[in-house]
């Protein structure tokens, strides 16, 4: 449901993520699910996404105004 949850957000919105950076406890094949999200999150033109490599890796992204 995560285009849903990411249409609900209003423009100045925020989607925080956490554990982004490869942990330990990691099922096996998880990496790929990050990977995908990340570049789902990434290809849409009304986020601004900032992955930040803080703690356990931190993903924040910002709803935007399409025409910016």
Do not use: F
């Amino acid at each position: 449901m995560l285009a849903q949850t990411l249409d609900m957000l209003n423009i100045g919105g925020l989607y925080i993520i956490d554990d982004m950076k490869e942990q330990e406890n990691w099922p096996e094949g998880h990496e790929l699910k990050v990977k995908e999200l990340l570049e789902v999150l990434n290809s849409r033109i009304d986020l601004s996404v900032i992955n930040m490599d803080w703690s356990c890796g931190v993903l924040l992204c910002t709803k935007i105004d399409k025409g910016s």
